[in-house]
């Protein structure tokens, strides 16, 4: 089918591309979820800002402990980089199971983030990583934690005047982290993301997919951690993977693999 | 090849933009609309119809094209951002006289059937073979996870995969 036209603008610059948006022109990037959004006519912008171009937006880099990932970054690329291998192994593994291999070349993190897709594997496991996004607008520049980011099914709490710069994750000396999904379709049913920092005494889960944002909460140990109580705080979207009930039940099934997981990683 | 083809600027329609992009080793100069789609761009500018257009959702990977050695849905993929890449279709896998060793193995496993999601699963395989390393079959199944086969052939398909990762193995295991 063919999308409505429009015009395709390629800044090189984060300023040109603020220059660049308006009410009638949006950001663009691997247009993995823009292009499918136009084409079942849910946006029909007059122009697309192409970010690929804008260095501020790639690269990935440790500054000050904090993990600095550029919002135009691919999910491929992020699979396999050697900071995130070494640093954050648990961000990497997740990196190489979304979607598919076509939607890992194209896809970007930040894009992945802004459409604030419900069943999104990268909100689930930011959310619980305690991860942030750095957005910038005419105006200035503003830190918001992902959790105050991705507030609503595909609804990002994002102006239409800001970009999406970077996401940026504290990292942990001792960190421990396991991500399982549960998926027959293209995207999973449901997804269980489970952080331990021992020596800080930091425990963490993000339970995604079931419902229609992540959610994450922190305990003050792994035995906190009860799945049947997990499986009655989410608020499941009864859909094609499954009703309210089952969506329950393979939640309290996917943290307890996701905890039994979390005991073969060494960090 | 070197062989270039180019075409005059268009006069009139709607507004243009210049791409150069290497299809199959050949070097292609168009004038495209922004809204153009790779996969429109192969099938109805170049005639290179071996890629099929299915869902227009990511989801069926009859599509796939290899984009700078990626797998790419190229129903969804702007003509534009080709703009100075290579791109590989299922036409460039053989030199017209030869089959690809992926070819081969899918004529050999049977692992055709109808042929409609053939093109695709064979863009999919040689990105994956092409890799650093050698898939084992957990992996191969696991990368064709995001192509369909309405047939249902997916055991014959991962059979063939698996039977060319042997061979790039040093024949192992067959």
């Not at chain 1, 990268?122 to 934690?145: D, K």
């Not at chain 2, 009859?62 to 050695?69: E, I, Q, R, S, Y």
């Not at chain 2, 079959?137 to 996870?145: G, M, N, S, T, Y």
Request: charged letters at 25%; proline letters at 6%.
């Amino acid at each position: 089918m063919t999308l409505p036209p429009f015009a395709l603008v390629r800044p090189t610059t984060l300023e040109e591309a603020l220059r660049e948006l308006t009410e009638d022109s949006v950001p663009y990037c691997g247009g993995t979820e823009l292009l499918l959004a136009m084409r079942a006519g849910l946006h029909r912008p007059d122009a697309l800002v192409d970010l690929k171009r804008i260095p501020e937006l790639t690269g990935v880099r440790v500054d000050d402990g904090v993990l600095v990932i550029g919002a135009a970054e691919r999910h491929a690329d992020l699979a396999a980089h050697p900071l995130l291998l070494e640093r954050l192994p648990v961000f990497a593994r997740m990196e190489k199971h979304i979607g598919n291999a076509r939607v890992r070349s194209q896809g970007s993190i930040g894009g992945n983030l802004c459409f604030a897709e419900p069943k999104s594997d990268v909100a689930t496991l930011l959310m619980a990583l305690e991860a942030s996004v750095t957005l910038v607008s005419p105006g200035g520049r503003r830190t918001v934690t992902v959790e105050e980011f991705v507030v609503g099914p595909y609804y990002a709490e994002k102006e239409p005047d800001e970009i999406l710069v970077d996401i940026r994750i504290p990292l942990r000396a001792g960190l421990r982290g396991a991500y399982v999904k549960f998926q027959t379709m293209e995207r999973p049913t449901v997804g269980v993301a489970v952080l331990a920092d021992d020596a800080a005494g930091w425990y963490r889960l993000g339970v995604g997919a079931v419902g229609e944002v992540p959610l994450a909460w922190s305990f003050g140990s792994l035995e906190e951690i009860d799945p049947d109580d997990i499986a009655s705080r989410v608020d499941p979207t009864p859909d094609l993977a499954g009703s309210e009930e089952y969506k329950r039940h393979v939640t309290a099934v996917y943290v307890r693999r996701a905890l039994a997981k979390l005991e073969q990683v060494s960090s | 090849m070197t062989e270039s083809v180019s075409e005059p600027v268009a006069t009139s329609g709607p507004p243009r933009m210049p791409v150069t992009v290497d299809v199959n080793g050949v070097s292609v100069s168009r004038q495209v609309e922004p809204r153009s789609m790779l996969v429109d761009f192969l099938r109805e500018d170049l005639g290179l119809t071996g890629t099929k257009v299915s869902c227009e959702l990511q989801v069926c990977g009859v599509c796939t094209v290899l984009v700078d050695g990626r797998p790419v849905s190229s129903c969804t993929f702007l003509t534009a951002d080709a703009d100075g890449a290579a791109v590989t279709t299922v036409e460039g896998l053989s030199d017209g006289q030869t089959l690809h060793p992926l070819q081969e193995s899918f004529v050999d496993n049977f692992a055709l059937q109808c042929g409609f999601c053939t093109p695709g699963f064979l863009m999919m395989s040689k990105a994956l073979l092409d890799g650093d390393e050698v898939p084992d079959r957990e992996a191969i199944v696991e990368h064709l996870e995001g192509n369909i086969c309405r047939c249902t052939g997916y055991e014959p398909i991962v059979e063939a995969v698996e039977h060319v990762a042997q061979e790039l193995r040093g024949g192992a295991h067959g």
